[in-house]
């Protein structure tokens, strides 16, 4: 039976291990890895699918901001095991995931995605049209939602992180 949970420290190495599966070595070359470097995610919207013991999906969001200064989210990176695709586990991810991040009151989430596959949650690029990203980025691959109505009214400029700092190992010595 799959089950959807927050991730915990003992998930870590295998959501690792599957996201480089999924993402191959260049993963963390995007651009959108800029915005999560040396950070934490968003509290509380860490998500793992697990069958069993076995971790098989993983969604995270992070916080961000607008140039122009309306707080998001960023969601990604969302993957599933090779085999465990095309049964509903990332679309249960990412629901699970909206439904989280609405419940504790973020406003709206932005992604650099396939906008066929995301469309369906509501994601379009109209509402990223004035975002940019510290790097190179597809433009119809910007994608955002409001999860409250106005969230991203007037939103522009350049998404800059927000969230909390992971603390490396040289923090911890200091």
């Known amino acids: 039976m799959i089950a959807l949970r927050q991730e915990r ?5 295998t959501r690792e291990a599957l996201l480089d599966e999924a993402f191959g070595e260049t993963r963390t070359r995007k651009t ?8 934490l995610p968003a509290e509380g919207l860490s998500l793992i699918a697990a069958d069993g013991r076995r971790v098989i999906g993983t969604a995270r969001l ?6 122009s200064g309306q707080p998001a989210l960023l969601l990604g990176p969302v993957a599933v095991a090779t085999d465990c695709r095309s049964r509903g586990i990332g679309a249960a991810l990412v629901r699970r995931a909206l439904r989280e991040a609405r419940r504790l009151g973020h406003g709206a989430v932005i992604l650099v995605g396939d906008a066929p596959y995301y469309s369906r949650f509501g994601f379009t690029a109209e509402k990223a049209a004035g975002l940019k990203l510290p790097g190179p980025f597809e433009r119809h691959r910007l994608l955002a939602l409001e999860l409250a109505l106005g969230a991203l009214d007037g939103a522009g400029g350049l998404v800059r992180a927000t969230g909390r700092l992971a603390q490396t190992p040289q923090a911890r010595a200091a």
Do not use: K
């Open 32 to 39: 959108s890895q800029r915005l999560r470097d040396g950070r």
């Open 9 to 13: 420290p003992a998930d870590i190495e």
């Open 62 to 67: 992070w916080n961000v901001a607008c140039g």
